[in-house]
C-alpha cells in the first residue's frame, strides 16, 4: 500500500446476533473476494435491533473490524456510554451534542494509510442535537492533515439530505455512505470530483423482517394502531455492503461496489 491506495469495506446496520453471525460468517470469502484493508461497521443495531454494548463491539473488534460507526440508536444500551468515550474506533454521530457520550470521528492506520472514519447523522426527521453540514464540514477540516482517506457514514432518513451532503463533500473527502433505511439502494456511483457515493448500503441481517422487525407485529402495529413489542426477524439473513477502492490521490476513489450476498453464500 506504499501508494496509499487501500480498499475499504463499509459494512450496512448490522441486526441482531442473526446479523452479526451472518456477518461474521461471511468474512472470510469477503476478504478474499474484495481483499479489503479496512472494515468499517455500522452497529447501530446489534444489540438485539437496538444500540450496542461493549461486549459485542469487542466481539466485532476481535473479529478484524477497525471502526464501528453508529446512528439514532446509538444510546440503546447504557452500558455503552463509558466505552464510548474510552474506545477511540467506536463512533457515534458527531453532530450529536458535544455533552452526550463519545465522539465522532477518528483515524485509524494500516501500512502507511491512514484512514478517517467520521460519522454524521442526518437532521431531517432526525433528533441530532446540531446542525450536519456545519459539523461535517468541521470534520473533514479537522482530518485535513490527519488521515489520506476520509470514509463518512451518513445515518440518515431523507434521501434528499444524503444525496445533497454527496455532492457537498465531493471532491474533499474518499467516500459518502449512507446508512439507517437498512435498505440497499441503486445509485453507487463515484461523483466527478472523486467522492464515492451511496445514498444507503442497506443493512446486515433478516431481509424476511420489515427492516429487521418480525413482519408480523411489524404490520399488527401499522394496523392496529396499538403498541406492539418488537422482536428482530430470524427470517432470510442477507449482509449489504460496499467495496470502495481508493485512487492514489489522497480523498479520492476509484470504485465503488456494492456487495449483497445471503448468508447461505458463507456455507
Ligand atoms: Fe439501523
Ligand atoms: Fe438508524
Not at 466485532?60 to 464510548?84: K, M, P
Not at 463515484?190 to 422487525?213: F, K, N
Amino acid at each position: 500500500m506504499s501508494d496509499k491506495t487501500c480498499t475499504i469495506l463499509f459494512v450496512g446496520d448490522v441486526v441482531g446476533g442473526l446479523g452479526k453471525r451472518t456477518l461474521l460468517g461471511l468474512l472470510p470469502s469477503l476478504r478474499e473476494r474484495v481483499a479489503y484493508d479496512f472494515l468499517v461497521v455500522n452497529g447501530e443495531n446489534i444489540a438485539g435491533g437496538v444500540g450496542i454494548t461493549p461486549k459485542l463491539a469487542d466481539q466485532l473488534f476481535s473479529a478484524g473490524v477497525d471502526v464501528i460507526t453508529l446512528g439514532n440508536h446509538t444510546y440503546r444500551q447504557r452500558e455503552i456510554y463509558a466505552y464510548l468515550d474510552e474506545r477511540e474506533e467506536i463512533l457515534r454521530p458527531a453532530n450529536f451534542l458535544k455533552r452526550q457520550p463519545g465522539h465522532g470521528w477518528c483515524v485509524v492506520q494500516r501500512g502507511d494509510v491512514r484512514l478517517g472514519v467520521v460519522s454524521l447523522s442526518g437532521n431531517l426527521f432526525m433528533d441530532a442535537g446540531r446542525p450536519l453540514f456545519a459539523e461535517a464540514d468541521a470534520a473533514v477540516h479537522a482530518l485535513r492533515e490527519r488521515a489520506d482517506h476520509v470514509l463518512v457514514d451518513l445515518h440518515g432518513e431523507a434521501t434528499s439530505e444524503k444525496v445533497a451532503m454527496g455532492w457537498h463533500l465531493d471532491g474533499r473527502v474518499t467516500a459518502v455512505v449512507g446508512t439507517h433505511t437498512h435498505v440497499p439502494t441503486a445509485d453507487a456511483r463515484v461523483l466527478p470530483g472523486g467522492t464515492a457515493y451511496i445514498t444507503d448500503v442497506g443493512m446486515t441481517g433478516p431481509r424476511g423482517g420489515v427492516i429487521g422487525v418480525r413482519r408480523e407485529l411489524a404490520i399488527q402495529a401499522m394496523a392496529t394502531k396499538m403498541p406492539v413489542r418488537f422482536e428482530t426477524s430470524e427470517e432470510d439473513p442477507w449482509l449489504n455492503a460496499v467495496a470502495i477502492t481508493t485512487a492514489a490521490e489522497p480523498r479520492r476513489a476509484a470504485s465503488i461496489e456494492q456487495l449483497l450476498m445471503p448468508a447461505a453464500a458463507a456455507a
